[in-house]
């Protein structure tokens, strides 16, 4: 993979799967701007490299992402490649989700795909060419107890996902969705009643065909070829990573 003179936007590039991605498109060329409302996260990986940049607001605000996408445009001149890796968990079934947590769930998993594409589409139409993945979960196909709202909040970026390539298969643009399965970042042990511990983490690595959870930047290598001209012939797929979950 060779991003060579592209320059792509990553929400969700302060921690995590996120942030492993935007160090694997620079590692190949590219310049990244980090879009996270983590200033200070957002800071200390765009400090790594002099071909990081990041941008501090949230991707709920419709007209924060409008900025965005101008200010990328502003500074580097186009906009090759999106990657919405922005999200949020809310560990609860529907009788403790309450309207607040339900909205605030929608609001950056689903909203923000959907407000960050439709800025992203724009240059991308002008350039004829262009690139956008989405980060769904095997969430969003198979249904999981006690995660409600996050699946809801996948399956809707499946379907956005899907309709949005259909919309611009004949215009240059290229929209798929990777789908990862458990991988070990900060969400991943957010939002319990307790910190997991070291026997809780192996007993949901042994819960996976390959019996171990999956390191971030095995998410990211995929999400980058999803990016990649090596993907050219990839349109409205939802890619598992998820070491044979969803083959069961």
Aim: with cysteine.
């Amino acid at each position: 993979m060779d991003f060579t003179g592209q320059t792509a936007i990553i929400t969700g590039g302060a921690s995590g799967m996120g942030a492993a991605t935007a160090r694997e498109f620079v590692k190949a060329g590219g310049y990244a701007f980090i879009v996270d409302r983590n200033e200070k996260l957002a800071l200390e990986v765009a400090n790594e490299s002099d071909n990081f940049d990041a941008i501090v607001g949230d991707v709920g605000d419709s007209a924060f992402c409008d900025r965005a996408v101008q200010t990328v445009l502003e500074q580097k001149g186009r906009l090759d490649v999106l990657v919405n890796a922005a999200g949020i968990i809310l560990r609860a079934d529907a009788l403790k989700t309450t309207d607040e947590a339900w909205q605030n769930m929608m609001n950056v998993n689903v909203n923000g795909v959907f407000y960050m594409s439709r800025a992203a589409i724009k240059p991308m139409l002008k350039q004829g060419k262009g690139a956008i993945v989405n980060f769904g979960s095997i969430w969003g196909d198979v249904g999981a107890a006690g995660v409600l709202a996050y699946c809801a909040s996948k399956g809707a970026v499946h379907q956005i996902t899907r309709a949005m390539a259909l919309d611009y298969v004949e215009k240059g643009i290229r929209i798929n969705a990777v789908c990862p399965g458990e991988v070990d970042t900060p969400m991943l042990r957010s939002g319990r009643v307790s910190p997991p511990t070291e026997a809780d983490m192996k007993k949901l690595a042994d819960s996976v065909p390959m019996k171990r959870l999956a390191h971030p930047s095995e998410i990211a290598q995929v999400v980058c070829f999803l990016a990649s001209d090596g993907a050219s012939y990839m349109t409205g797929a939802m890619v598992p990573v998820d070491a044979g979950f969803t083959a069961r």
